[in-house]
């Protein structure tokens, strides 16, 4: 079957259509600008123009709250869309079947299905500019009533009070995200000016970024650890309760501190064994989710595919 698969972001929006039994994407065109506001005339405009290559469904992803059941966009502050019948507005442009989930389950759901569907279960946390994620559940993805299940973020679980975006002030997000991560490690590197980390960060503050940090990590460097432990500790906690609460299969860390690889995970796993009961959360696979660029158009596909029972 060939999807038309749309990832409608803040900025730009991408489309292609892939082909599900190979699992490879047929047409790319380019990026093209997403407009904002309640109406999708722009992008089919663009599909009827461009678009040349037959496809049976649509499936697109947006960076939101998306309704199932009342097949509404509830708010995507980035696109303007509040209360949006995303799929009635489609409806006026075409006749196909329109299939809608939010950006972070798409990228998911692209991750794991080009893995080979090795898992049946799995939770995928994303450390970007904050803290996503999304739950699969026998190989589909779980929305939740309002469509925004996988926000390990937010909720009052950090111990300390930090000032979350959400308006909460114990969430996660501001500790273990991508930026909070680097955050730490800029504010210990300013804190101690003759340490590696210190003299690391004040060679170029500017381009001071995660993967830097590496070669510190392979020294055992005490500070970079310690940083490193405090903003991932609350993470692996909420890890923990989630493995208790779903028992998956797997658990995929994604976003900027994946590409620390191995020694991310190797740091997750010494602080998960601080766990008491771990026979049964060392039978949990913590991975790497590299989400390459075009994760949220192949989980697009995915995610028509498995609400059609047709993988
Ligand atoms: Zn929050």
Known sequence: MK??????????????????????????????KTQKGNSLKWLFYYIDNNVKET??????CIPGFYSKEKQMIISAFNLGYKNFKVVNECKKYSNKKVFVTNDAN?????????????Y???IFYILG????????IDKKIYEGSLGFAGEFGHGPFYKDKVKCNCGNEHCIEPVS????????????????????????????PKKFSIEKITPLIKKNDKLVNKSLRESLTPLVNNIVVMIYALNPDAVFIGGGP??????????????????KNLSLIEKTK??????????????????????????
Do not use: Q, R
């Not at 699992?23 to 990026?31: D, L, S």
């Not at 496809?55 to 697109?60: A, F, M």
């Not at 500019?129 to 699969?136: D, E, H, V």
């Not at 620390?260 to 998960?272: A, E, M, T």
């Open 3 to 32: 999807i038309l698969s749309i990832d409608i972001g803040g900025t730009t929006t991408k489309i292609a259509v892939i082909c599900s039994e190979t699992k490879k994407i047929i047409a790319k065109y380019e990026a093209i």
């Open 55 to 60: 496809y049976k469904v649509i499936s697109l």
């Open 106 to 118: 798409a990228a998911s759901l692209g991750e794991f299905w080009k893995s080979n569907l090795k």
């Open 120 to 122: 049946n279960n799995a």
């Open 129 to 136: 500019t904050g803290l996503g994620g999304a739950i699969i």
């Open 177 to 204: 995200s991508g930026t909070g991560i680097t955050n730490n490690l800029i504010l210990n590197a300013k804190n101690n000016p003759n340490s590696e980390l210190g003299k690391l960060y004040k060679s170029d």
């Open 258 to 275: 994946s590409k620390l690889g191995d020694d991310l995970i190797n740091i997750i796993k010494s602080i998960l064994k601080e766990n």
């Open 286 to 311: 913590i991975l790497i989710s590299k989400h390459g660029n075009d994760s949220a158009l192949y989980g697009c596909a995915y995610n028509a595919l498995s609400k059609m029972n047709s993988f």
